[in-house]
């Protein structure tokens, strides 16, 4: 069936993968890894009840609130395309009160921001007493971005039902035929529509005037297949809002995404406007935030349990709309003035708030006549019965961070996901292919190229460094590794039959896009290497890989550099995919690649021991870095970190050239680390061991795990899972950026911040 099922859908979408996980978990043994769709997706909202607000105030508010979501990003696997965002709010003028609106603006919530004071039909000076907004970023699945493609779909031209939604819906061709055979037109390419225009077949076709809105959605979700958050408004229901979640898992082990993938569209921010509310969550998180000037009626909230049938009791079954004041929190008061701020994330909370509530997977939050009650479908055995307000002791930057002390730490210990993620739909393990979706049009030509160049700054020029060996390998081509800034200074010489890749996290590094033009100039074919969708450098190269890292707060670039390598070694696979003498080694190191991940974990569980070693080097003024072959550039890239953030002086040194000057500093003071791993350098640096320790050197080592002949002439060692030589780079690099992490904690400097530094380099 699952043969069938990839043969039948021409090239295998997240909408096929899902159905595949369907059929694959009924195969005892079968595992899958957990990670929700809505990981990276943005959800703030803003409830005040008798809490008189301006519109203005309320879109200020609202704003905000995604400009705070802002730093999650936006993440893709290909094609480049802007952003836009768009609002839905209830009419502002006498005729249309009651009516729908909707604005659509291409561009960033800034550009959203722009354009709604610019707007005459909206009264931005109206005193609202009650009012429901809702803020929205999300990845696209089905079509490409545009208007009639933006969130919120409509069921019909009247908008007499507006939808927003999160995820896909993995059923929504059969909808859709069903719904096309009943006279309903579609207007647009997503798979969101179908859901606007069921529940308006549902009501056009509702057993009697009493169906309550939440009924009407219960109906919809019935029929719905997939993962979705999805929030529902209505000309039929005034003043009423119905939002629900289900996420499913889509990450696994042993199925994966194809060649191009679906998630390849850069995303969107939308902004939608309610009344009344309804939130569920399942697997995605989520919290409310509370604020009220009066005392409120609990502490803690019961749950509703209900276990009807719609059909059967449409009145019992319409709860949403009887709101208990014993099983409900509110404001004890006269008016019950009261504020709720709904968010997936608490840095869009805490500067208005400190008291929230989590919601756990499954819990149905409504709120109505300022009264906020939690629901469940059923009562599993051993779950809490109630969900207790919560006291946040975080400020807003450190909320951000979660558990972590800095976004850098943050970022290093997401890198087995980020890693995952850059290979994901990329690399299939079944049949050992690699296919870069973003390159895809342009293999022929750079397989006819005479040489490659790779030209970065820093932390990226060291990927290409990390990299070149392999690439040579693979592609049997001459391959430079420049330093953007040193290569326009040479007015190198480029020529119409190179293949240049320009590697910028940012996208935006002036020296990076300075020798773009100039390549482009000459002729070239320019492939970018980013993390930045839509950035300058994405735009302006002829083809290119998003390395899907996710968002890098930090200035010093840790998860972003193993995304890039990681994307460079792939880009050798699909090179090498048809040459018969390389196969060997093409399957050592996909296998290894599928390992990848865990083995990441594995290094990160040896923190508190790199800790303790970095008790004995913070009070230091030098640390030299040594190593050769592939970790050659782990020590450029440990030094670099080490200068960065902790303010020492760190030299990575190229141990072949020891002999020629290093040699020198070595002595009993003089921190050292080196890297030692059994691969063709092994007995080479075996040899730089021995003249280190000759001289009184105490040398640290990275080196593999039961190494007893390294382990003995060490000082201290950090022992390291063994994987393929081309990708030990990546285990080795891990230990230099927690190393470096520490240091800086340690000597009581600002990890994410350092002095002088900037996240993008936008200047020479």
């Known amino acids: 069936r699952c043969t069938q099922l990839l043969s039948s859908s021409g090239r295998t979408s997240l909408l096929t993968l899902q159905r595949l996980i369907a059929l694959l978990q009924h195969i005892p043994g079968f595992v899958y890894l957990r990670q929700d ?39 893709s696997a290909g094609e480049v395309a802007p952003p836009s965002s768009c609002v839905a709010v209830d009419g502002s003028g006498k005729d249309d009160e009651c009516g729908i609106c909707l604005f659509k603006k291409k561009g960033k919530v800034k550009a959203l921001d722009e354009e709604l004071y610019k707007n005459d039909s909206l009264d931005l000076d109206a005193e609202l007493d009650t009012h429901f907004g ?37 059923n929504y061709k059969e909808l859709k ?11 647009s390419d997503t798979d969101t529509e179908v859901i606007p225009k069921l529940i308006k077949y549902l009501y056009d076709n509702r057993e009697s005037d009493c169906v309550s809105f939440s009924t009407l959605v219960e109906r919809v979700i019935q ?24 996420s499913i898992d889509v990450r696994f082990n042993r199925v994966n995404r194809d060649k191009t993938g679906n998630l390849n569209e850069y995303e969107r921010s939308r902004l939608t406007l309610f009344t009344y509310f309804l939130l569920s969550r399942r697997g995605s998180p989520l919290l409310i935030g509370v604020r009220s000037q009066y005392k409120l009626s609990t502490e803690q909230i019961p749950i509703q349990y209900n276990n009807g049938d719609s059909r059967r009791d449409v009145q019992n079954k319409n709860y949403i709309n009887m709101v208990d004041n014993s099983h409900s929190l509110h404001s004890v008061n006269d008016r019950m003035a009261v504020e709720f701020y709904f968010a997936s994330d608490a840095s869009a909370i805490i500067e208005h708030t400190n008291k929230v509530i989590y919601l756990e997977d499954d819990d149905i939050a409504a709120v109505a006549g300022g009264k906020l009650s939690l629901h469940r479908a059923s009562r599993c055995a051993g779950e809490d019965p109630v969900r207790v307000i919560q006291t946040l002791q975080m400020e807003l930057q450190q909320i951000m961070k979660g558990n972590f002390k800095a976004f850098m730490q943050k970022e290093i210990f997401e890198q087995p996901e980020s890693v995952f993620n850059t290979m994901r739909g ?22 006819r190229c005479r040489r490659l160049i ?54 935006e590094t002036a020296d990076t896009l300075m020798a773009l033009r100039y390549c482009k100039d ?49 880009f050798g696979l699909m090179m090498s995919e048809d040459r018969l003498s390389l196969q060997k080694r093409r399957l050592e190191i996909i296998n290894a690649l599928h390992k990848l991940p865990e083995m990441i974990r594995e290094v990160l569980a040896l923190d508190e021991k790199i800790k303790t070693i970095a008790d004995e080097l913070y009070q230091q003024r030098s640390l030299l870095v040594m190593g050769r072959g592939y970790h050659y550039a782990t020590c450029l890239e440990g030094a670099l970190k080490i200068k960065e953030i902790t303010y020492m002086h760190s030299e990575g040194i190229l141990a072949g050239e020891l002999k020629h000057g290093p040699l020198a500093l070595i002595d009993y003071h003089m921190p050292v680390i080196m890297v030692i791993m059994r691969d063709a350098c092994y007995i080479k640096c075996h040899n730089a061991l021995q003249q280190v320790t000759a001289r009184q050197g105490r040398p640290i080592i990275l080196c593999c795990q039961d190494d007893p002949e390294i382990s003995k002439m060490a000082y201290k060692t950090i022992e390291l899972p063994h994987t393929v030589d081309c990708l030990q780079g990546i285990l080795c690099v891990i230990p230099m950026q927690l190393m470096s992490f520490h240091l800086a904690v340690l000597r009581g400097y600002d990890v994410d911040c350092p002095r002088n530094l900037a996240k993008s380099v936008t200047v020479e």
């Open 37 to 75: 769709i809505t990981t990276m997706c943005g959800i703030f909202a803003y409830l005040n009840y008798r809490v008189p607000r301006t519109r203005k105030d309320i879109f200020t508010t609202l704003v905000k609130g995604l400009q705070r979501l802002e730093y999650r990003g936006y993440d």
């Open 454 to 507: 790779i030209i970065g700054c820093g932390t990226s020029f060291h990927a290409g460094v990390a990299t070149r060996q392999i690439l040579e390998e693979l592609t049997e081509l001459p391959v430079m590794v420049e330093l953007a800034s040193d290569f326009l200074d040479r007015t190198t010489p480029v020529y119409r039959d190179d293949v240049c890749f320009f590697i910028s996290q940012s996208g």
């Open 134 to 170: 809702i803020a929205h970023t999300r990845w696209a699945t089905h079509g490409e971005p545009s208007a009639v493609n933006s969130h919120p779909q409509r069921s019909d031209k009247n908008n007499e039902f507006v939808v927003i939604h999160n995820g896909i819906i993995t």
């Open 426 to 447: 990329r690399i299939c393990f079944d049949t050992n292919t690699v296919m870069l979706g973003g390159l895809k049009d342009h293999l022929k030509e750079i397989k």
């Open 223 to 246: 029929q719905l297949e997939g993962a979705f958050a999805l929030v529902f408004k209505s000309i039929h229901f005034p003043g009423e809002a119905v939002a629900t979640s289900n």
């Open 177 to 187: 035929k069903y719904l096309v055979s009943k006279g309903y037109e579609f207007e």
């Open 522 to 570: 000459r002729g070239a074919l320019t492939v970018g290497v980013t993390n930045t969708v839509g950035s300058s450098i994405s735009r302006e190269t002829d083809c290119g890989v998003h390395i899907n890292a996710g968002p890098e707060i930090g200035v010093a670039s840790t998860k972003a550099y193993t995304s890039q390598f990681v994307s460079l070694i792939m």
